[in-house]
Structure formats: C-alpha cells, structure tokens
C-alpha cells in the first residue's frame, strides 16, 4: 500500500485537489476556522474547503447540522501539542474532538495517505462527534450517548475502521472470553492501550451489525428519543418501536461473534493463504497423476519397441527361411535334371 509523506497531503489541499470528495467541492469555507501556523494562506483556505466538504457529508448522513464555526486545528509533531489536550493523544491517535468547543485538532506527522489515516477518513470521523456532541447539549435532558455509540458510528459514517485485520482481533478476543463489557464502553476509553484499541473494535463491529439489523434511520431516531428526554434510556426507546432492545441486539451480537462469525472473517482474510495451502494436496495429486501416466507412456513405448523388435526379428527369420527354402527349391530341381 502506497503512504505518501503528510506534507504530501497538505501541499494537494494548496492544489485543491480533494481526499475522495466529489469535483468542485473543496471550496473556502465559512464555517471552519483553520488554525495551522506552518501552512500558508492559500493551503489553510484549501484545507478548509476540504473540511467542509468532510463536514457536508456528515451533516447529510446523520441528517443533522452543525451550528455555528467549528475550528481546525493542525500540528506538525505530538511535542506541538497544547499541553490541555496533549494526554488525550495515544499512541494510535491521529485527531481529537472536544466537547466543550466545537473542534479538532489534528496532529499531522500521524495523517497517511489511505483510510483510515487519510485526511478526508479522520475529518469525517471526528466531525461525527462534533455533531453527536451538539446534539447531547440540545436534547435538552443532560444525557450523553455511550461511548460504543460516539466510535462505532463514527466509523461507520468513515466508512474505515482504525484497526487492520480488526476482524482477527475480535475472533481472538471472542474464543478467550476477552471481549469488552458494555460497561468498560459507556464513558471512556479503557486505560489499558490494548484494551482502548479493541475498544475501537468491538464499537465498530457491533454497530456494523446494528446497521443489518436497524438501519441508520432509526439508530438516529432512537438517540433523539433518548436525548430529548422522550424515553428513559435507548432500550426503552428502541422497544417502543421493535419490541427489543439495544441490550438484547449486543447479547445476539456476542453469541454471533463467539459462536464463528469472528472465525468466518478469518477464513475470508486468509481466503488465499487458505485456498494456497489446500491446493498442495491437490497439486502432489496432479504431479503424482502426470507422473505416473507418463511412466505408463515410458512402459507402453518400450513394449512397442520390443514388440517392433520381435516382429522384426520374425521377419528377419521368415525371410532367412524363405531364402533356405528357395536354395533347397533350386538344388532339387538340379538334381532332377
């Protein structure tokens, strides 16, 4: 896989081109404030555009709108960083939404050239929290969506999850008993590294499945429900319109997951290195087939030979005996003479 350098990815904003948007579309945005000290004005202007183009997109999924600017903020290193946001970088962290401003910060030296860790993946990832986050202020009820909700739609609406081979990952996790309680995914990340990349994970995962089962529309309406206060929790808000619930969705999930649905992803990552490796069976078949035919080939053409042999050789001594007959035939007629 390609990875251009991120100042790659800043000096194509400068050129307009845009991360996977449609033509025309990375145009100057009113509504995003770009804050990048080593960026000119002409790419802080471009790489607005892209935002808002980042943005648009999110807006017309979740079919809400973000009031008001939001401001972009970008860093070269993890040392740049303000020291107010600096902790909420991990390792694995590309850009950080805050609640309480409308804003992201981005630290650059951690963008890359591919989903997830492409420009356009991270900003739509992030502007879904900023439009979560507007909503939880204007339900109206104090409420906050679950941490599994904010990343796993997150992701979803990206259309990239952060973690390679994440379907590996919750297959292992399943078999030893080691998936995360809904409880460690309510509020925040687990402090554990390990644990907040799985995080990540089983959020993705689990609300990949609530889009087969539910579809965008109504997880939507049920978040509303429970932020407006109109029902007590988003079980309840669900069972008033399917008669289930969220909780029993994640029980079904978990009994999928461990019981293959993790193993079938496996088998599909290493479908080739799979299908590789039962061909050698098939291939010694093949060879041992090819092998022996051609020694029946060998043995048919050297019993050919020896019967050419013979017949030659019968012929040979018919010929020898016509000829003795022929001399006996002469000497008789002499002697009758």
């Not at 050239?113 to 993946?121: E, I, Q, T, V």
């Not at 379907?167 to 687990?190: F, I, K």
């Not at 965008?216 to 008669?243: F, Q």
């Not at 030979?305 to 022929?326: F, M, N, V, W, Y």
Request: charged share 30%; net charge neutral; proline share 4%.
């Amino acid at each position: 896989m390609i990875r251009f350098p991120p100042i790659f990815l800043f000096f194509l904003a400068s050129l307009g081109i845009s991360f996977g948007c449609s033509e025309g579309s990375a145009l100057p945005s009113d509504r995003i404030q770009v804050e990048a000290s080593f960026l000119g004005q002409g790419q802080r202007v471009s790489l607005g555009g892209q935002a808002e183009a980042s943005l648009v997109f999110v807006e017309r999924k979740l079919g809400e709108k973000l009031r008001g600017r939001v401001y972009l903020r970008v860093f070269r290193k993890e040392k740049d960083l303000p020291a107010s946001i600096r902790s909420g970088f991990r390792k694995f962290t590309v850009a950080l939404a805050e609640r309480a401003v409308p804003r992201v910060t981005v630290l650059r030296s951690r963008l890359r050239g591919a989903p997830p860790g492409d420009l356009r993946s991270v900003l739509t990832h992030e502007f879904v929290h900023l439009v979560l986050f507007q909503m939880e202020k204007e339900g109206g009820a104090g409420r906050r969506l679950p941490l599994w909700f904010h990343e796993g739609l997150a992701q979803e609406i990206a259309g990239a999850r952060l973690f390679d081979r994440s379907g590996e990952l919750l297959a292992a996790r399943a078999a030893s008993g080691h998936l995360l309680s809904w409880m460690q995914l309510r509020s925040r990340l687990p402090r554990d590294e390990d644990d907040a990349r799985f995080a990540y994970v089983q959020a993705a995962d689990f609300f990949a499945f609530l889009m087969e089962e539910l579809g965008l529309p109504l997880v939507m309406k049920m978040a509303r429900e429970y932020l407006s206060g109109r029902a007590p929790s988003l079980d309840a808000a669900l069972a008033k319109e399917r008669w289930e619930s969220f909780t029993a969705l994640q029980g079904k999930w978990k009994r999928l997951v461990e019981e293959g649905r993790g193993f079938l992803r496996i088998l599909g990552n290493h479908l080739f290195d799979l299908l590789l490796v039962l061909s050698i069976p098939l291939l010694f078949l093949v060879l041992r087939r090819v092998y022996f035919r051609e020694k029946e080939a060998e043995k048919r053409l050297e019993d050919w030979e020896t019967s050419a042999e013979i017949l030659d050789g019968i012929q040979e001594k018919e010929a020898e005996e016509e000829d003795a007959q022929g001399g006996l035939d002469r000497q008789d007629r002499h002697t009758h003479l």
